[in-house]
């Protein structure tokens, strides 16, 4: 049995697909990890260690105690606080990879996971169905981490055969945590502020289309990459991931078929240059031929499912 860490597991990402890596593979096996405390139930239901990604005598130390042949790095800083603390995100999310890469190299781990991100597209981009070979021009300090990773990955396959995977998540729609600082971040907040007092002001202009897609299915994409056998892993850079794509108007007007009183407005900030500059949709045939990707909630189950789950976990809190 595969013994595996999630470094970044209190995030949005990690602290759900801890849950269901453990659901898979066994509690035991599956060792949590962060710089701080995760959800109750990551904390309790398996192994937890405390640690800084940038601690580069830590990390390794963590890895040969629990006997860790597989990584799941989560750990970076997203978009829009990137921009704030541009020197601070290239830092945490180039020597982060650069650091599991070489523990790769000489053996440490078998195989590793690490997330790119719509974000390595820029405004010279296609708009509509980017495909996988594409011009990438990122403006954006995460974005060009992103690239700059992506390339990495891909030559530490190519001269040292480190088994490397990784997916260009779209935009993360999660009932299950709150939104870490990104800039398609609406589309989980809506939710709440839709059930909590049926208006919403959105950072995004109306007719923004962004690539998205529920959290599920992101977990579900991840791990059957990992699982794959590594012959049918052709892209050792990045794959493109695609779910759905919608715009703040068309999402809100989904939640109105709920919600009837649901009303939405517009005050755009710096969020909107990011999301002007990376794709209005998707084109990912290479995940579904090489290794049999194929997402599953479009954008009417996905907002019953993210109404239904928000307003349940609202009222525990009293906030209903």
Not at 2 to 13: D, L, M, P, T, Y
Request: contains cysteine; negative net charge; glycine residues 6%.
């Amino acid at each position: 049995m595969n013994k595996i860490i999630v470094i970044g597991a209190s995030g949005q990402i990690g602290s759900e697909l801890t849950m269901e890596l453990r659901s898979r593979f066994g509690n035991d096996n599956v060792v949590a990890s962060d710089i701080k405390n995760a959800a109750e139930d990551v904390m309790t239901s398996g192994p937890f260690e405390t640690f800084d990604v940038m601690d580069e005598a830590r990390v390794p130390e963590v890895i040969k105690s629990h006997n860790i042949d597989t990584v799941y790095l989560l750990a970076a800083m997203l978009s829009g606080n990137a921009e704030k603390f541009p020197k601070k995100a290239w830092d945490l999310n180039m020597k982060s990879l650069l650091s599991l890469l070489d523990m790769a190299k000489e053996g440490i781990i078998k195989k590793l996971f690490w997330p790119s991100s719509i974000a390595v597209f820029g405004p010279t981009t296609p708009k509509r169905n980017t495909p996988q070979l594409t011009v990438m021009e990122p403006s954006t300090v995460y974005g060009i981490s992103k690239q700059a990773g992506e390339r990495w990955c891909e030559y530490y396959y190519a001269k040292h055969k480190v088994d490397v995977r990784s997916v260009r998540y779209p935009g993360l729609i999660s009932y299950k945590t709150e939104a870490g600082g990104g800039t398609t971040d609406y589309a989980v907040e809506i939710f709440y502020e839709a059930i909590k007092n049926s208006k919403y002001e959105c950072f995004l202009k109306e007719e923004t289309a962004l690539p998205m897609m529920f959290m599920p299915d992101a977990i579900r994409g991840t791990i059957d990459l990992m699982e794959t056998d590594p012959s049918h892993v052709k892209i050792r850079s990045s794959y493109n991931l695609s779910g759905i794509s919608f715009t703040p108007k068309e999402l809100a007007a989904e939640i109105k078929k709920h919600i009837p009183e649901f009303t939405i407005t517009y005050k755009p900030d710096f969020r909107q240059q990011i999301a002007e500059s990376w794709p209005g949709s998707i084109e990912d045939t290479e995940a579904r031929k090489d290794w049999g990707w194929k997402h599953e909630f479009g954008l009417a189950e996905m907002t019953r499912v993210m109404l239904e789950e928000v307003k349940k976990k609202l009222v525990p809190v009293g906030v209903l």
